[in-house]
């Protein structure tokens, strides 16, 4: 059933329309939470404390500064207007974080855009510290690419993400995210699929590692933050979305419609039919390849989907957004089984039969009787 190559996705968006609806929807909050001043008041909040304003102050932000005291200092140094309405535009603008770093800001500034640079860092310079962590991952992977960049090494990472005190941090922190069923007994790694794909800059070359993996962890909670509609509607907790989305990112390629595999999926559990997609046998094996033999289906292992039905006990991979809204928001199909031919092309059929035929003429061919 393995559809194809392991391949990373770019998420596409139009930065300047994403940062003004952003501006909106969180002044449209700030007003209902502030409503009791009146509307003119409250939607002042957001607004430069001085437009007319040519003074410059330095503010530095220290590694690991909480929003509560950036907000305070903001306030002392009379750049924004209310440290309560600062929290609430964090909170609802889903900010993952903020670089620490020394900031030149002005009263003439508007909330926004003193949040956007805390958060982006000095674009003026090169980053010290750049993380490009593409979709599909797993968390050897993600500490490969982590100690290439830094002074960490692989075992450091991961020592970090397994470490049941870091991992009660983030629980505490992003409580809708990280959640006891991390701690279940059959879960490789508790933290595995919980770090979003995306490029993160750090201006610091020393830059701590629980730093680095709590914003992934974090960009990851105010992605999901968005969706809390769909997940309550669905049932789904964060970590079984993040389960089902990993199963579709693993199983992409870059023509795929992301909808249909999903609906193969929740077709098959609705039939009581075991899943059997083959990066969950990969990753049971603790394996990266692109081809698995019939032999590999016999891994004793809670992430064999060939041998056990449902989901599998966690993650198996980080996963973008396209494979999370499409865990979401599934194609209505009545397919079954999908296979990738060599050009990446992805088959849906209804049936057994018409599978093993797509299966005979694109995959197995003749005289290759041990492969898949």
């Known amino acids: 059933m393995r559809g194809g190559c392991n391949l990373s996705h770019q998420s596409f968006f139009t930065p300047k329309k994403n940062k003004q609806k952003k ?19 409250a939607q002042s909040f957001v607004q430069p404390v001085d437009k007319n304003s040519s003074k410059k102050v330095n503010i530095t932000i220290p ?3 909480s929003v509560r005291s950036i907000g305070t200092l903001l306030k002392e140094e009379k750049l924004i207007k209310s440290e309560s309405a600062f929290r609430y ?11 620490a770093g020394t900031y030149t800001f002005s009263p003439s500034m508007s909330l926004s855009e003193m949040v956007d640079m805390m958060e982006t860092g000095d674009v003026s310079k090169n980053p010290d510290v750049r993380l490009a962590i593409p979709e599909g991952r797993q968390l050897d992977e993600i500490a ?38 991390v701690f279940n007994k059959d879960i490789k790694h508790p933290l ?19 730093v680095i993996l709590d914003k992934m962890i974090g960009k990851t909670n105010g992605v999901l933050a968005q969706y809390q509609k769909e997940m ?19 199983e992409a390629t870059e023509q795929v419609d992301r909808e249909k595999i999903a609906s193969v999926f929740y077709n098959r559990l609705e039939e009581d039919m075991p899943l059997q997609t083959d990066p969950t046998v990969l990753y049971a094996l603790g394996e990266h390849r692109e081809r698995v033999y019939y032999k590999d289906l016999e891994v004793d292992s809670p992430y064999n989907t060939y041998r ?24 209505d199909t009545n397919y079954l ?36």
């Open 23 to 41: 501006i909106i929807i969180v002044t449209i909050i700030l007003l209902a939470v502030l409503i009791g001043g009146g509307v003119f008041y």
């Open 63 to 65: 590694q690991g500064s």
């Open 89 to 99: 535009y964090i909170k609802m603008s889903s900010v993952s974080g903020f670089q």
């Open 144 to 181: 490969t690419i982590i100690a290439n960049r830094t002074n960490y090494t692989e075992e450091e990472v991961m020592n970090t993400l397994d470490d049941p005190a870091f991992i009660e941090k983030m629980k505490k922190k992003y409580p809708d995210l990280v959640t006891d069923e």
């Open 192 to 210: 595995e699929g919980y770090l979003y794909p995306a490029t993160y800059d750090h201006y610091d070359s020393n830059v701590s590692l629980e």
């Open 232 to 250: 309550k509607s669905k049932k789904y907790t964060a970590h079984k979305l993040l389960t089902m989305a990993s199963l579709i990112e693993e």
């Open 308 to 331: 056990e039905k449902g989901l599998t006990p966690g993650p198996i991979a980080n996963s973008g957004l396209m494979s999370i809204k499409a865990a979401l928001e599934p194609a």
């Open 337 to 372: 089984y999908f296979l990738a031919n060599k050009d990446g092309e992805v088959i849906f059929t209804k049936t057994l039969d018409e599978h093993n035929k797509e299966k005979a003429t694109h995959i197995t061919g003749p005289r290759e009787e041990d492969k898949k």
